[in-house]
């Protein structure tokens, strides 16, 4: 797997060195957004967060909402991943204010999803259950049972760490029903 990334990441710098040639700077942006992903995937995080915030400053100065979107999306993933849940917040939110335009409701339920797991971590409940209801509003938009599985989970915890036993139990009962559906399904 690690040589698909490494021949990935060799096509990429093609691709950066081809958009630097032809002058085509939102091009140059993307290729290291991919650079970056390329970078995470291959574990190397310092080296993916420059290529991050190198596309971050480039879609910023040609106003590719779509770039700027995603590229707040891995930078909140990245801090998030070492644990730095407030550093993570603001970038979720970035995220979070541009994702009306994109209509990616699948994209926005995943970053509700991640902000509400900041917010738990940082002892913060009533505000991660507004997102993981957020979450959970978005895959019933989109019937995806695993998601709203996975958000009455989240919501069960929150309620629980506020001593709400009663809706904490009612969301781990719509969890059950959801598992065993899938279960039924798969």
Do not use: W
Request: negative net charge; glycine residues 8%.
């Amino acid at each position: 797997m690690r040589g698909e990334y490494d021949k990935a990441l060799e096509l990429h710098k093609s691709h950066l060195s081809l958009a630097q040639e032809l002058g085509d700077y939102a091009a140059q942006g993307r290729a290291y957004g991919n650079m970056g992903n390329a970078y995470n995937a291959l574990g190397l995080h310092d080296q993916a967060v420059r290529y991050h915030r190198q596309e971050l400053q480039i879609s910023l100065e040609v106003n590719d909402r779509p770039s700027q979107a995603s590229t707040h999306a891995n930078l909140g993933n990245f801090h998030s991943c070492r644990g730095e849940y407030a550093q993570a917040l603001p970038y979720y939110q970035n995220y979070l204010s541009l994702s009306p335009g994109l209509q990616d409701l699948e994209t926005a339920g995943k970053i509700f999803h991640n902000q509400g797991y900041a917010y738990y971590c940082l002892g913060q409940y009533r505000d991660a259950i507004r997102c993981y209801e957020q979450d959970l509003g978005l895959a019933k938009d989109l019937q995806d049972k695993l998601a709203q599985a996975k958000a009455y989970c989240n919501l069960g915890l929150a309620h629980k760490a506020l001593g709400e036993y009663g809706k904490a139990e009612e969301c781990q009962r719509y969890l059950l029903s959801l598992a065993q559906a899938l279960d039924n399904t798969q």
